[in-house]
Nanobody, 124 residues
Framework: VQLQASGGGLVQAGGSLRLSCVASGLAVSRYNLAWFHQAPGKEREFVAARRWSGARPVYADSVKGRFTISRDNAKNTVYLHVNGLRPEDTGIYYC??????????????????WGQGTQVTVSS
């Protein structure tokens, strides 16, 4: 199983990016999918998730209204559309996939597979 994240870059505050995570060895349609963010010097934190069933996505309060998680089953890819970027959004973004939610969809312990991360840098 491999998750390959891409799409990060250097943007000005207020800018947008589309982060992609291509999966191989698993079908994204059958997994719970999530994105996490790790700011420099800080722990990895939950950003967004959607259940395999297609139920309404869940977002961290800090990104509600700015970020959108989506899935393309045909491309076996999960996306994170990030708009209205702020300097505090700087960091590495990781995609993750898990079969079963044990302890709340925001908990990183639910996710068995992780991508290598893609760097987002937001300049003020």
């Amino acid at each position: 199983v491999q998750l390959q994240a891409s799409g990060g870059g250097l943007v000005q505050a207020g800018g947008s990016l589309r982060l992609s995570c291509v999966a191989s060895g698993l079908a994204v349609s059958r997994y719970n999918l999530a994105w996490f963010h790790q700011a420099p010097g800080k722990e990895r934190e939950f950003v967004a998730a959607r259940r395999w069933s297609g139920a309404r996505p869940v977002y961290a309060d800090s990104v509600k209204g700015r970020f959108t998680i989506s899935r393309d089953n045909a491309k076996n890819t999960v996306y994170l559309h990030v708009n209205g970027l702020r300097p505090e959004d700087t960091g590495i973004y990781y995609c993750a996939a898990g079969l079963t939610i044990y302890s709340g969809i925001m908990a990183n312990t639910n996710y068995n597979y992780w991508g290598q991360g893609t760097q987002v840098t937001v300049s003020s």
